[in-house]
């Protein structure tokens, strides 16, 4: 397309600026003809205020059409231009504007591409944006890296500076790379989560929310989701829950603790195996027994009664000792008082009632496992998991989301229908992640591998620094909010441009910076709350 086709309506001469004065490889600079060219103006339906900034210009070059975004306006400082305003000379004062360029359309091209190595030249001629060339810009945002029959999801908010201008936007440009929303607390970073969540409903998108605090259990109809209540109406076996998810559950710290909780469901798994009622007192048995009876235990005797475990824990503080060789195992009392802070932990944990019924065997009720099988089958089809019944600490939340997020990654890609996991405040549940004690190997695989089998994560977190790096790294796409403190910007500012990053402190609630490596540069937001109830609303002292 040639410029002229951009402006067929009205001369563009009236949108006419200047001339390219400065080229670099980051941005360039243009001189205003002179002062009186960026007065406010209006032609025709379109009202044009040069004299600002975050507006797009056009400029005309041999190598075709390119489109840039005006971040700094200046005049030179000095008495005769001073002077010159005061008197009311405009026509000898020369302003300059400050343009990154965001994109290029070549001859013969009909949508703006990124412009790679290309740049604009010394003298070529800029020109205000007018609304046909602006509405083709956004036709043009989404990078397009082969053809795509995808279905635009339903706008979720407005381009900041640009009055009345919907985002329109895949699917995969949002999620291929995953989405992670940031911001400080009430910057509407949960409100923005949500409107985008129910545009994915609307749309018959598959969602799996998992919801560890209950925030979201009333903003879904029964018709939209399948709602699933931890220890209300919905349980697993004991069996299926490792080690690992054990000791994140009980808050184990990292010295002798996890290997003791392990010891005990052994001993446990023992008896459940012999079919002996109770626990397992391995004092004044032999070791050689002992040792026997352990290792018949194999990786299919995984079931054992989780009401015993306080107790069983209690009596594996032993050491071994004995005369003439006869080892035998001995009561150890200072282990026994050394381990009473795990045993409380455990008591605490278990004397929630639908903690304890969720990890049952109850026949009438819905086995988690198989409920995520039938959503990842069934096409169209989301899926609400609430385990705040089963305690809302982070720990029962992470071992809920780990459990789950091992359990799809080994899935065949074939039995895969894609779909959206939405976990609300990640950093809650990833804060224990660390090269010593990684419980969360879980989210991580999906982060890693599971686009490659259609999962996509939707993640919010109010700190990015909270988010372990192995995640962070894989996100290709944030949804920016207000953030205030200058190390969360440094996390994030590798996925902005200079200017941007200088405008993250002074963001408005419900404003936001998208961010992407699937669009031409980063867009300002204003996302449209949606009518949902949502249990975040902040009481007034």
């Known amino acids: 397309m040639l410029i002229d086709d951009f402006y067929k309506d009205i001369d563009k001469s009236y949108f006419y600026l200047g ?29 044009l205020i040069p ?12 190598q075709g059409l390119f489109i840039g975004e005006l971040y700094q306006s200046k005049i030179a400082n000095s008495n005769s231009v001073h002077d010159s305003i005061n008197n009311g000379k405009f026509e000898d004062v020369y302003s300059e504007i400050g343009i990154d360029i965001v994109g290029i359309m070549k001859s013969g091209d009909h949508y703006f591409s990124l412009p790679g190595f290309q740049n604009v030249g010394i003298t070529d001629k800029v020109y205000i944006a007018n609304q046909e060339v602006i509405k083709k810009y956004f036709d043009s945002i989404e990078v397009k ?22 985002i329109h936007i895949k699917p995969s440009t949002l999620f291929s790379r995953h989405l992670l929303a940031v911001g400080a607390t009430n910057s509407g ?11 994915l409903i609307k749309d018959n998108k598959k969602l799996l929310i998992i919801d560890p605090t209950g925030e979201y259990r009333d903003s879904f109809r029964d018709i939209e989701v399948t709602k699933l209540t931890l220890g209300t109406d919905t349980i697993m076996s004991v069996s299926e829950v490792s080690i690992q998810q054990w ?33 397992y007192v391995k004092e004044n048995q032999p070791v050689s027994l002992v040792q026997n009876h352990m290792a018949s235990v194999t990786d299919i005797d995984k079931d054992f009664v989780l009401s015993d475990l306080p107790r069983q824990i209690s009596v594996e503080t032993n050491n071994i000792g004995g005369k003439n060789n006869n080892k035998i195992y001995v009561q150890n009392d200072f282990n026994f008082n050394a381990i009473q802070w795990l045993v409380q932990k455990v008591q605490y944990k278990l004397s929630n009632t639908s903690f304890l019924k969720f990890f049952s065997d109850d026949q009438s009720m819905k086995n988690l496992m198989n ?13 609400y998991i609430d385990a705040s019944e089963i305690g ?46 990684d419980y969360f190997t879980g989210l991580s695989n999906i982060a890693r591998e599971g686009r490659k089998k259609g999962i996509f994560l939707f993640l919010t977190t109010q700190n990015p620094q909270d988010v372990p790096s192995v995640i962070l790294g894989q996100v290709g796409t944030l949804l920016i909010h207000r953030l205030t403190h200058s190390d969360e910007i440094r996390a994030v500012q590798n996925h902005l441009s200079m200017n941007n990053i200088g405008q993250i402190k002074n ?17 300002h937001l204003n996302i449209e709350k949606c009518d949902r109830p949502h249990e975040n609303t902040t009481p007034l002292l």
Request: glycine share 4%; aromatic share 6%.
């Open 19 to 47: 001339l390219i004065s400065q080229v670099s490889r980051d941005h360039s600079i243009a001189q205003i003809e002179n002062l009186s060219w960026i007065k406010h103006r209006k032609i025709k339906a379109e009202n």
């Open 51 to 62: 004299n600002t900034i975050n507006y797009f210009v056009l400029i005309d070059s041999v």
């Open 145 to 166: 890296d082969s053809p795509n029959i995808e279905n635009e999801i339903v706008p979720f908010a407005n381009y900041s500076s640009i009055k009345d201008q919907l």
């Open 189 to 199: 970073k949960s409100t923005s989560a949500l409107s985008i969540l129910d545009k």
């Open 247 to 279: 000791a994140m559950i009980f808050e184990t710290n990292d010295a002798t603790q996890p290997a003791v909780l392990s010891n005990a469901i052994l001993s446990l798994r023992y008896q459940k195996k012999a079919g002996i009622p109770g626990i």
């Open 371 to 383: 409920e995520v099988d039938g959503f990842i089958e069934t096409p169209k089809t989301s899926l």
């Open 392 to 437: 809302m600490s982070d720990s029962v939340g992470g071992m809920i989301i780990d459990l789950i997020c091992n359990y799809l990654i080994n899935k065949e890609k074939s039995k895969i229908n894609p779909f959206v996991i939405f976990i609300d405040e990640v950093h809650r549940y990833t804060a224990r992640n660390n090269p010593e004690n």
């Open 507 to 523: 963001l408005c609630k419900g404003e936001a910076i998208l961010s992407s490596i699937n669009l031409l540069q980063d867009v």
